[in-house]
């Protein structure tokens, strides 16, 4: 298991830059991309691509050494593009026009495809795997409703519906 590069490791490999062969900064770049680095704190030892260095670079001469740091995303586990809400009312916005399949159920799959072809959602905006997840942390299709349509055939109390079947 790779780990993040460490700050002090970060450091190093922009003061390699310095040392690098190369006319260019481009150029200095890249051959500090072909250099192996070990990380001073963890003992791994990581290579950069050029673009990852270049990056590095531009940061730490746009904003200092702060954005060296490995700091969390400050967004962290919060939806960027849609929200639990917009996606309840999309879904409750569907439901009524789908049919159930054999145990009573809309599909999920079915309900994603349905709100990308109606337009509610575009798939940049919200994945499938993120659709699953939000529905089933949020209980947008709660056991209530698939109880409900389960149940469609049952009375509450006996003799108010009898089924036959006739050959």
Do not use: C
Request: hydrophobic fraction near 35%; aromatic fraction near 8%; avoid cysteine.
């Amino acid at each position: 298991m790779t780990t993040k590069p460490s700050f002090e490791l970060r450091l190093q490999v922009l003061a390699a830059i310095d040392y690098a062969p190369g006319n260019t900064i481009r150029a200095r770049i890249k051959a500090a991309a072909e250099r192996s680095f070990t990380d001073p704190i963890s003992g791994q030892v990581h290579r950069f691509t050029w673009r990852t260095i270049s990056t590095w670079l531009y940061r730490y001469k746009k904003h200092g050494v702060t954005t060296l740091d490995n700091l969390p995303r400050i967004d962290k586990h919060q939806r960027r593009k849609v929200q639990a809400n917009e996606l309840a009312e999309a879904i409750q916005d569907i439901l009524p026009t789908l049919t159930t399949n054999k145990t009573g159920q809309v599909p999920k799959s079915v309900l994603y495809r349905l709100m990308i072809e109606r337009g509610l959602f575009q798939r940049s905006q919200l994945s499938a795997t993120s659709f699953y997840r939000m529905v089933r942390e949020h209980q947008l299709l709660n056991s209530d409703t698939s109880a409900k349509l389960r149940l469609s055939f049952a009375m509450q109390y006996a003799n108010e519906l009898w089924q036959a079947d006739t050959t």
